[in-house]
């Protein structure tokens, strides 16, 4: 009797391992449904890669405008066409060129007809050295 009962807590034991034992746990929808989410963020991260590569794209062109553009008014045109100025003396010069270390005052300078430069650095160098 004794073995009897053994062998039924054996097999009942035995259900049990199987039941709790994952090699023989059969795949089912909550598993088919997480391969679909890591389909669907492989579709997102694909997406997400997509639009940061076209920011760093744009980025770049951004920053070669950006660079041509400045290139258009850079320092040394700015000096070479205030060293071709009559009419500044020492002062007038330096102070000129502490000027054209603004962007928008090189680009201002350059695009002033010559005959307004002298004018214009007498106007924006007598403002800066009242500051």
């Known amino acids: 009797m004794l073995s009897t009962h053994q062998d039924?807590?054996?097999s009942e034991f035995e259900d049990?391992?199987?039941?709790?034992?994952?090699?023989?746990?059969q795949p089912t929808t909550p598993t088919?449904?997480?391969?679909?989410?890591?389909?669907?963020?492989?579709g997102v991260d694909g997406a997400i890669a997509d639009a940061i590569l076209e920011m760093a794209s744009a980025s770049k062109?951004?920053?070669?405008?950006?660079e041509q553009h400045n290139s258009k008014y850079s320092i040394s045109d700015?000096?070479?066409d205030l060293d071709l100025m009559q009419g500044v003396d020492q002062q007038l010069y330096f102070a000129a060129l502490d000027l054209f270390n603004n962007p928008n005052a090189r680009e201002i300078f350059l695009s002033l007809k010559k005959d307004k430069r002298l004018t214009w650095l007498h106007h924006r160098c007598a403002v800066v050295s009242n500051r």
């Open 16 to 25: 049990e391992e199987e039941t709790n034992d994952p090699q023989t746990v």
């Open 8 to 10: 039924e807590s054996s």
């Open 32 to 42: 088919a449904a997480c391969s679909s989410r890591k389909r669907g963020r492989k």
């Open 78 to 80: 700015c000096i070479k």
């Open 61 to 66: 062109m951004r920053a070669a405008a950006i």
